[in-house]
């Protein structure tokens, strides 16, 4: 419950408490900040990263990603051996925007549905990298949960709060041990 990862550019001040700096292909620093020095840091041999940058995969390869699985579409969001970074929050709000229940399997989702979903996860990491600014665009708190506090949520975090869109109150649910929110208006 403490401790965090940020990235940042190398030439950033760098913050109280930052225990390790590690510099990435990118040319960008990944900086471990541990106040309470409770965290620690570990090297994998032979880590497999897997999954497509969803901000580089294509259309056609995104919909192949989820064709024949039968988990939730939410479960498949997740999957960082399908997509590298789509974390809870991006997942929740980038099903809203396509109007997709989380709760769907990937399978039964058309072409079109996942035409708007494609589109939907870019348009909220593009969203969430532009308002991130340079030091905490991907920061990801203790829980594992991405700093997306600058962007405002449409459906994460606001259960029985009225829908942005058509007032209905926004559904929470767990899926795969996660929190999923959702309008069951907006989202089929
Ligand atoms: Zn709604």
């Known amino acids: 419950m403490t401790g965090r990862l940020v990235v940042c550019p190398p030439d950033a001040e760098i913050a109280n408490h930052t225990h390790a700096v590690v510099k990435l292909a990118s040319g960008r620093e990944l900086?471990?900040?541990?106040?309470?020095?409770?965290?620690?840091?570990s090297v994998a041999r032979d880590f497999e990263a897997g999954g497509f940058e969803p901000l580089e995969v294509q259309l056609n390869q995104f919909i192949g990603l989820f064709r024949g699985r039968k988990t939730p579409i939410k479960s498949a969001l997740l999957n960082q051996?399908?997509?590298?970074?789509?974390?809870?929050?991006?997942?929740?709000?980038?099903?809203?925007?396509?109007?997709i229940r989380p709760r769907r399997r990937a399978a039964s989702l058309t072409r079109?549905?996942?035409?708007?979903?494609?589109?939907?996860?870019?348009?909220?990491?593009?969203?969430?990298?532009?308002?991130?600014?340079?030091?905490?665009?991907?920061?990801?708190?203790?829980e594992g949960e991405?700093?997306?506090?600058?962007?405002?949520?449409r459906v994460y975090g606001r259960e029985a709060?009225?829908?942005?869109?058509?007032?209905?109150?926004?559904?929470?649910?767990?899926?795969?041990?996660?929190?999923?929110?959702?309008?069951?208006?907006?989202q089929r």
């Open 31 to 41: 900086r471990f900040v541990d106040p309470r020095r409770f965290g620690r840091l």
């Open 81 to 99: 051996k399908l997509l590298r970074g789509v974390g809870n929050i991006y997942a929740d709000e980038s099903l809203f925007r396509a109007g």
């Open 112 to 142: 079109e549905h996942l035409r708007r979903l494609y589109l939907a996860v870019r348009e909220v990491l593009r969203e969430a990298i532009s308002l991130g600014g340079s030091s905490v665009s991907d920061y990801v708190d203790a």
């Open 146 to 153: 991405e700093g997306f506090f600058q962007l405002q949520h």
């Open 161 to 186: 709060l009225p829908c942005l869109v058509c007032q209905a109150p926004i559904k929470r649910v767990i899926i795969a041990g996660r929190s999923s929110h959702y309008c069951p208006a907006c």
